[in-house]
């Protein structure tokens, strides 16, 4: 599997719902950072969470982090029809020490129904 | 938008043309990137310039030519592309710093690239 892959590929949930999309990947990392896309456009990077941390809020945003397990959730609360995107995660290597490179996985299609 | 530009916004061309992506931003980082992103698939990292120098080129082939003439300005020549190519270029700036915290990428809105 790819380093960075999200979990599921694709979610719909009606508005007003919680959404939970996960992300697993392979190697020692820096930090994890998750990003939303919405279609055909630029990424916006939406939270970033250190290896040393276990979990972290940002208005709607929970993110968790296991590094033992090697994997990341994002929830986004009481969803809105303007959270429709897909959304990344996207690793920093420690072995790309210097590079300020990231990985990025497939993605979490999601669509909200209002 | 992030700050981040792109020209032009679309772009069709012959696999025997020659063209060029511009990205340029205004944000005072001093590193950027391109990808490319394909349906389907994973972002994939073609190049990555740090203070102006190339530090990273993924395997990315020749037809593709980079150019950093400053800390503000990318561009991308294309020059006899093939159809598979046809994809969304993403350009990305980020802070380059020894705090490992400050390494979340700006992204630009990208360029949609045919080959025909």
């Known amino acids: 599997s790819q380093q960075g892959e999200e979990d599921p590929q694709a979610l719909s949930i009606q508005e007003g719902e919680n959404a939970t999309m996960n992300c697993s990947y392979k190697?020692?990392?820096?930090?994890l950072q998750w990003y939303r896309q919405n279609s055909g456009r630029g990424l916006v990077h939406l939270i970033l969470?250190?290896?040393?941390?276990r979990e972290k809020h940002s208005g709607r945003l929970r993110v968790t982090l296991d590094t033992s397990k090697k994997s990341s959730s994002l929830l986004i609360t009481a969803s809105r029809a303007a959270d429709t995107a897909s959304y990344f995660c996207?690793?920093?290597?420690?072995?790309?020490?210097?590079?300020?490179?990231?990985?990025f996985g497939t993605g979490t299609r999601l669509t909200i129904i209002p | 938008e992030t700050g981040v530009t792109q020209t032009p916004r679309h772009l069709v061309m012959g696999m025997t043309n020659k063209k060029s992506l511009k990205c340029e931003q205004h944000l005072g980082h001093n590193a950027m990137y391109w990808y490319k992103q394909s349906a389907k698939k994973p972002l994939e990292l073609m190049f990555v310039y740090n203070f102006k120098e190339q530090t990273e080129n993924n395997s990315v082939p020749s037809r593709f030519s980079p150019e950093c003439p400053n800390s503000s300005h990318l561009f991308l020549h294309l020059h006899t592309l093939q159809p598979e190519d046809s994809a969304l270029y993403l350009c990305?700036?980020?802070?380059?710093?020894?705090?490992?915290?400050?390494?979340?990428?700006?992204f630009g809105p990208g360029t949609r690239l045919t080959v025909t």
């Open positions: 190697t020692s990392i820096n930090n």
């Open positions: 969470i250190r290896s040393n941390e």
């Open positions: 990305a700036s980020s802070p380059r710093s020894m705090d490992r915290g400050e390494s979340e990428q700006y």
């Open positions: 996207a690793t920093d290597d420690v072995r790309d020490f210097g590079n300020e490179k990231l990985t």
